[in-house]
Nanobody
Framework: QVQLVESGGGLAQPGGSLRLSCVAS????????MSWARQAPGKGLEWVSG????????YYADSAKGRFTISRDNAKNMVYLQMNGLKPEDTAVYYC???????????????WGQGTQVTVSS
């Protein structure tokens, strides 16, 4: 059974940091590209960042460039999103997603976690 379980969300002040984690099970993690996407209240799903199966390449949405860092540990079946310089507009539910092929399109991902809430507010 495929499972993706996110953690690390919470309340942060503007300018603060959070580190999201996602642990995967039920599939051969090392073969899968991983991405983070988010959904803000009243808005659609936005792809945020992605990483190739071997970690060789990473990609970011313009909204995340220079502030967020995606990484993975294939030995632990984990993917992370380090978020620095948080802004109120980063408030959203953050999801990790997996697919055999890397894509910038959230719709292309086969497997999804349940999400973790990130709230940025003073």
């Amino acid at each position: 059974q495929v499972q993706l379980v996110e953690s690390g969300g919470g309340l942060a002040q503007p300018g603060g940091s959070l580190r999201l984690s996602c642990v995967a099970s039920g599939f051969f993690f090392s073969n899968y590209a991983m991405s983070w996407a988010r959904q803000a209240p009243g808005k659609g799903l936005e792809w945020v960042s992605g990483i190739y199966s071997d970690g060789s390449d990473t990609y970011y949405a313009d909204s995340a460039k220079g502030r967020f860092t995606i990484s993975r540990d294939n030995a632990k079946n984990m993917v992370y999103l380090q978020m620095n310089g948080l802004k109120p507009e980063d408030t959203a539910v953050y999801y990790c997603a997996a697919d055999l092929a890397f894509s910038y399109r959230s719709d292309d991902y086969d497997y999804w976690g349940q999400g973790t809430q990130v709230t940025v507010s003073s």
